[in-house]
Nanobody
């Protein structure tokens, strides 16, 4: 069991930036690939970005490319999501998740992830 905690959500104006963080107390977190997903009201959960355990491989949803960057901390104990030029449609609850299987391809399926955080709300206002 891996317990994940997201932080950094909040209210921001369109065009602004937020940095989300995902942490876990278990040391095994550094050996897992990590993904960020989001779910807006009335919509299905969707893939945002993912990063391999080493941090060398990243994947992004087309809707966020060029605006969002996923990264791992030096000790790989955190995974951050830097979000710039936020848009109204970025409003959602953002979740981080880990997967036991390697991130060998741009697999956007949420079922591929084994453990999930509780989520953090991001609200973009006009």
């Amino acid at each position: 069991q891996v317990q994940l905690v997201e932080s950094g959500g909040g209210l921001v104006q369109a065009g602004g930036s937020l940095r989300l963080s995902c942490t876990a107390s278990e040391r095994t977190f550094s050996t897992y690939a990590v993904g960020w997903f989001r779910q807006a009201p009335g919509k299905e959960r969707e893939f945002v970005a993912a990063i391999s355990w080493s941090g060398e491989t990243t994947y992004y949803a087309d809707s966020v490319k060029g605006r969002i960057t996923i990264s791992r901390g030096n000790a790989r104990s955190t995974v951050d999501l830097q979000m710039n030029d936020l848009k109204l449609e970025d409003t959602a609850v953002y979740y981080c998740a880990v997967r036991r299987t390697p991130l060998a391809s741009p697999d956007t399926r949420d079922v591929a992830y084994n453990f999930w955080g509780q989520g953090t709300q991001v609200t973009v206002s006009s």
